[in-house]
């Protein structure tokens, strides 16, 4: 383990993903620090905050040897040219997720519970019901792509964070602002955790990815999770995970689940469909069934993950099967996740969030074919908020599939503005924001008509 001392000299790169943050916590506790902005998306004024706080910047790379550590993303490319010098010389480089760790020790932290949720899916979504079941009995507040909330009053602390590692200290100080003095954090991470959870979770590694300008699988940063782990802690995991990362530490507490029907994990379904399902569970004595009802608010389906990983990481806690039961009942569903709502006489089917892509997109429109209406598709990205975009040839692989399903299709982002050109049916829109193409549907539709909404962005 790299253990940042108060006399190293560190480097901090990539500022566009959290290491802004980074980069000014650790200029109270180490040495000089300089922060290189690999994307080079920050604007001279934020250049120049930072140079005037004393942490020198670059646009360009640095000498590595000129440098104790260096702190790098998980996800930038293995061949950038300061990690390379790095390897050649054996200078040690800290990941954001295993910096913000440390950096967490500044943090009264002792007597909470800090639950930290990744995966490739369901991220959200299992947080969310997490925080609905763990507030019936705690103070909870969660991070998550819907931002920092303080579930005892229902508000939202702050907005506008990403999932980065480093928001987890933002997060933490916007709690502290507000003089709010929760007992559970809920985070959700991307690509990892930071090693100060109590519990961890990996809701699942399907759908596998690329990251590091193909350097690297981003299941293989996930997999930090495992090692990162603090001792005695829990890990509530996947068995996709599972049987993607093979054996586990010792000294760690496994807690296995499954969105399936898999009787060798503690927490899995015995039966799931549109209509409910039961969850069954073995946890040493504690053993029973967790049903779940027919929804009219969303797609249970898409759910399945989170009612699952909830419900695991729940009864680690020690909360009642019952109250399990009855919070699942209650639930509405989650903003921008397979949600079904009113919206001017028509039916919205919001599946626009951070984490969809062409599966999800097709799955939404099956969704929405059993509700039996005109279909008014709004797909696409709002790049400028979401890393990873929507690919173009994806979009257009199902617009050659399923064009003749829909009525209408509202194109949303820069990308995609060429498949409107020539557009001989004229039954193609486009729209440069989620928002607008969400009141163009309007105006293209009637009562009763379905609206569906899909778009990848940060909400």
């Given at each position: ?8 000299k560190?480097?901090v ?71 390379v ?5 054996n200078?040690?480089?800290?990941s954001?997720?295993e ?22 899916k ?52 916007a ?114 069934r ?13 759910y ?8 695991a ?44 892509d ?102």
């Amino acid at each position: 383990m790299i253990h940042l001392k108060s006399s190293s000299k560190v480097c901090v790169l990539d500022l566009t993903h959290g290491g802004i943050v980074i980069a000014r916590k650790l200029k109270k506790i180490v040495g000089p620090v300089s922060a290189v902005d690999v994307y080079k998306t920050l604007g001279i004024a934020e250049l120049s905050a930072l140079e005037n706080e004393g942490i020198n910047t670059s646009r360009d790379a640095l000498k590595a040897t000129d440098f104790d550590l260096l702190v790098a993303p998980m996800h930038l490319d293995l061949n950038y040219p300061m990690l390379v010098e790095a390897a050649d010389n054996n200078i040690p480089v800290l990941s954001h997720h295993e910096a913000v760790g440390q950096l967490l020790e500044d943090y009264d932290l002792d007597d909470k519970t800090i639950i930290e949720v990744t995966g490739t899916k369901a991220k959200t979504s299992t947080s969310t019901l997490l925080a609905e079941i763990l507030s019936r009995g705690k103070k909870v507040v969660s991070h998550t792509s819907r931002g920092v909330e303080d579930w005892g009053t229902g508000t939202i602390i702050k907005k506008g964070l990403s999932i980065t590692p480093a928001s987890v200290l933002t997060a933490l100080d916007a709690v502290r602002e507000a003089g709010i003095v929760p007992e559970v954090f809920i985070f959700e991470i991307s690509l990892g955790g930071t090693g100060c959870a109590d519990i961890g979770v990996i809701t699942t590694v399907a759908n596998d990815y690329p990251i590091a300008n193909n350097t690297r699988l981003a299941s293989e940063a996930k997999r930090q999770m495992i090692l990162n782990s603090k001792p005695g802690s829990t890990l509530v995991i996947n068995n996709d995970a599972l049987r993607f990362f093979g054996a586990c530490r010792r000294d760690i507490n496994i807690v296995s689940f499954s969105d399936s029907v898999n009787a060798s994990c503690n927490v899995y379904y015995e039966n799931i469909s549109s209509k409910g399902g039961v969850i069954a569970y073995y946890l040493g004595k504690k053993q029973g069934r967790i049903h779940i009802r027919e929804a009219p608010d969303y797609d249970i389906s898409s759910y399945k993950t989170a009612f699952a990983g909830a419900a695991a990481v729940a009864l680690v806690t020690g909360v009642d099967a019952g109250i399990i039961e009855r919070a699942f009942r209650e639930f509405k569903g989650a903003e921008g996740r397979m949600r079904k709502i009113s919206l001017e006489g028509r039916i919205l089917i919001d599946n626009s969030n951070s984490g969809m892509d062409i599966r999800s997109a097709e799955k939404a429109l099956l969704y929405a074919k059993a509700e039996g209406g005109r279909i008014v598709m709004v797909l696409g990205e709002e790049a400028k908020e979401v890393c990873e975009g929507l690919d173009p040839a994806g979009v257009k692989r199902f617009m050659d599939k399923h064009m003749d399903e829909l009525e209408i299709l509202i194109l949303v982002g820069e990308r995609m503005k060429s498949f409107t050109n020539n557009n001989i049916n004229k039954n193609i829109y486009y729209a440069d924001s989620l928002s607008k193409g969400i009141e163009l549907a309007k105006q293209q539709t009637h009562e009763k008509d379905i609206v569906l909404s899909c778009v990848k962005c940060f909400r």
